[in-house]
């Protein structure tokens, strides 16, 4: 066992052993469907804080050989699945964690870094087969193959935090994406290549040389639609042992939606309610509004008015297809509410080809980040909705009139319409606080 290489099973048992362990060791029957086919380069793409390194623990634990894993996978869902003893514990394992590389090279080039660390390990357990200390990383592997017959599964976390953090030097990010290809694409000794992040692979003309992997994204999850998030079923289950409200539950952290499955809650949000007992905003907590406030200010013909219009309740039309799948690449308005798709920000319809405003606990911070100014039409409407929501109530006719065309007057000057719908958006704006007045303190 090894650092980089079969690192054992201890993070999966750490999770099964935590006080709220939803099973999704169901990803697994997919993951042994693709193992030396075609389709064994995977690519999954998900917001932060949705599960991605827990399933690659998961994932560590089961084909790792360097560990005996039978145990912790008794009674899961996996285990009654007809692949479930052949790949247990059978392969070799190498799992990489980007965002470790990327802090830890310091100085020294990342690539160079990433490949002679995974060299010791690999020297460590294979020296024997390995005639010099010279082999670059990949000669070393396939020397391997030839020499035993085995084949490595790779996995890698945060593979796109070379994108992201690293945003002004594309020559590493070139250089990055040249050691995947040459690390990955057509080598005999790859039997699985699963790879989590953000973003969606970076489309770099000719760069777009990962093309062998089948990607799994936010905006089309497929078969892995019920591994994203927790499904509605898994949220009723933990309301109910933990006495907690289920529609609450779901006006809080539901909204994800995809194909087959139409409700997929945010898990790191639902389990912190869970535990807590308190209903708020747990998922968006660890980092400030300004990440959002960037976006929601970039200067795009209509990207303010839909933003407006998504915030009284609507949907948004949006082309994903434009996106080149880095943050800072935006040449219209779809680029950017197509980014907010992938952090989780917005949600999309794919059947629809809409974007909206998925809960309560994502509504929120888009109104913590109008509120630090440029928004200032949007914040006088919704300052003004719980006073109009008490107007109603006393079926104050005057007032709510009053407010309401307040609240149109306002809207319109943003949207660039003036009819029925942005009379519409104008009234889920001013009703707004009818919804934020259901929190619990």
């Known amino acids: 066992m090894g650092i980089y290489l079969n690192p054992g099973n201890d993070g999966f048992r750490e999770s099964i052993r935590s006080r709220i362990y939803v099973d999704k060791t169901g990803l697994i029957a997919y993951t042994n469907e693709f193992i030396n086919t075609k389709e064994k ?30 145990e912790l996978f008794k009674g899961r869902k996996i285990e009654k699945d007809p692949l479930f003893e052949e790949h247990l514990n059978r392969y070799d394992v190498i799992f990489l964690n980007m965002q470790h590389f990327l802090i830890g090279a310091g100085n020294q080039g990342v690539t160079e870094y990433l490949e002679q660390v995974i060299l010791d390990d690999v020297q460590g357990e294979y020296g024997t087969f390995l005639k010099s200390s010279d082999y670059r990383l990949t000669d070393a592997l396939k ?13 890698i976390d945060e593979w796109d935090c070379v994108m992201r953090e690293r945003q002004e030097s594309e020559d ?25 992040g953000i973003l969606p692979i970076k489309k770099y003309g000719q760069h777009s040389a990962l093309n062998m992997f089948w990607e799994y994204s936010m905006t089309d999850q497929t078969v892995f639609e019920e591994y994203t998030g927790f499904t509605e079923s898994e949220v009723k289950d933990l309301c109910e042992q933990y006495g907690m409200d289920f529609a609450e539950t779901s006006s809080w952290y539901d909204g994800y939606q995809f194909r087959k499955f139409k409700h997929v809650y945010n898990p790191r949000s639902v389990v912190a309610a869970m535990k807590c007992g308190v209903f708020s905003n747990y998922w968006t907590a660890t980092e400030t509004y300004e990440a959002l406030k960037v976006y929601m200010d970039m200067d795009y013909d209509g990207l303010r008015a839909d933003i407006v219009r998504m915030m009284g309740g609507e949907r948004v039309r949006v082309n994903t297809l434009s996106f080149q799948n880095d943050m800072y690449t935006f040449k219209t308005k779809d680029d950017v ?5 992938h952090l989780g920000y917005l949600g999309y319809d794919a059947v629809k080809k809409e974007t909206f405003i998925p809960n309560r606990e994502i509504i929120g911070e888009f109104e913590n980040a109008m509120s630090v100014g440029g928004w200032s039409e949007v914040m006088r ?28 007057t306002e809207v319109a000057s943003i949207l660039t319409y003036n009819d029925e719908n942005s009379l519409g958006c104008a009234i889920g704006l001013a009703y707004y606080k009818e919804e934020r007045s259901k929190e619990q303190p």
């Open 337 to 341: 509410l197509t980014l907010l798709i």
């Open 381 to 408: 409407v919704l300052t003004a909705s719980e006073k109009l929501l008490e107007d109603t109530l006393r079926c104050d006719e005057k007032r709510v009139a009053q407010g309401l065309d307040l609240a149109h």
């Open 41 to 70: 380069f995977i690519c999954v793409s998900r917001p932060r804080r949705f599960g991605k390194s827990m399933a690659l623990e998961m994932l560590a634990a089961y084909y790792s050989s360097g560990c005996n894993s039978r």
């Open 172 to 196: 590493l990010q070139r250089q990055y994406l040249d050691f995947l290809r040459n690390l990955l694409k057509d080598q005999p000794y790859v039997a699985l290549a699963y790879m989590t």
């Open 143 to 155: 020397r391997i193959y030839i020499s035993t017959g085995k084949k490595f599964i790779f996995l």
